[in-house]
């Protein structure tokens, strides 16, 4: 299966299963996200929410091209880039802490996967960046919304977003990307951030976790993410795009 989904001492992972493929997004895994959300997000007994990716070269490379640029078209490219920008919105207001493990490197659309979550907790040999200014769209699903919604120093968004640079752990730790990096086993990463916000009660984290939606709910973000995947949709379909991606496939 592309995805694996595990509940666990109040602990629900959401795993990426595609390693072979640096565990890019497609249709199969797009469906188990919701699957995972319709499971998760009323769940009382859920104290965290893990996004992850299989094995330790990659937690997302972002969409899959060997099955999406087969969308050549505005019109064929705006359903998947407007499902998973609702996915995403929903992974951001999911009424419990989300953690990404970064277990691997990430890019493009797996950095909009991560931004989405509310903390990164990332492996000190991975590198990230928003590359998808390279395929000459912009991020698609929420992304650059999301980045502007939780960063709020809009010069240092739009570098990060505009120069579509790829960078190490440290730098995205300096910026603030990163909420924090661990050495070794993904597993132990995630235990010793967990054991810190464990010292409270869930409910805490829950309480803040609201006022955090109100917010994002009275600030219309999900219409804004919605409107940044017609935005990328209209770049999808363009000469540009294809060529881009075309070039990219044939030097893999």
């Known amino acids: 299966m592309d ?8 602990v ?22 919701k699957q995972f959300l319709d499971q998760v997000e009323d769940d009382q007994r859920i104290a965290y929410a893990v996004i992850t990716g299989a094995g330790d070269r990659a937690f ?10 087969a969308l050549r078209t505005a019109e064929e490219a705006y359903p998947m880039l407007s499902t998973m920008a609702g996915l995403l919105y929903r992974v951001a207001t999911l009424p419990m802490p989300v953690i990404a493990l970064v277990n691997g490197s990430a890019v493009g659309g797996g950095c909009e996967i ?14 990230a960046g928003f590359i998808q200014g390279r395929l000459a769209i912009t991020t698609g699903w929420g992304g650059a919304t999301l980045l502007f919604e939780k960063d709020g120093k809009h010069d240092r968004v739009f570098r990060l977003l505009s120069e579509a640079e790829v960078f190490t752990s440290d ?9 924090e990096i ?12 967990l054991a810190k916000m464990s ?18 709910t009275a600030d219309f973000m999900r219409d804004r993410m919605l409107e940044e995947a017609r935005q990328c949709s209209m770049l999808w379909g363009s000469a540009a795009h294809h060529a881009a991606v075309d070039q990219f496939l044939n030097n893999k």
């Open 3 to 10: 995805y694996n989904i595990a509940i666990e001492k109040g």
């Open 12 to 33: 629900a992972t959401f795993t990426i299963n595609r390693p072979d493929v640096h565990n890019a997004i497609n249709s199969a895994v797009m469906d188990g996200l």
């Open 60 to 69: 997302c490379s972002g969409g899959d091209l060997s099955e999406f640029h």
């Open 114 to 127: 991560a931004t989405a979550c509310d903390y990164r907790i990332v492996s000190a040999s991975a590198k």
């Open 171 to 179: 730098q995205l730790l300096e910026v603030g990307w990163v909420t």
């Open 182 to 193: 661990y050495e070794g086993d993904s597993e132990d990463g995630l235990q010793r951030f």
């Open 199 to 216: 010292v409270h009660h869930p409910d805490v984290h829950r309480a803040y976790k609201s006022v955090a939606i109100r917010k994002w």
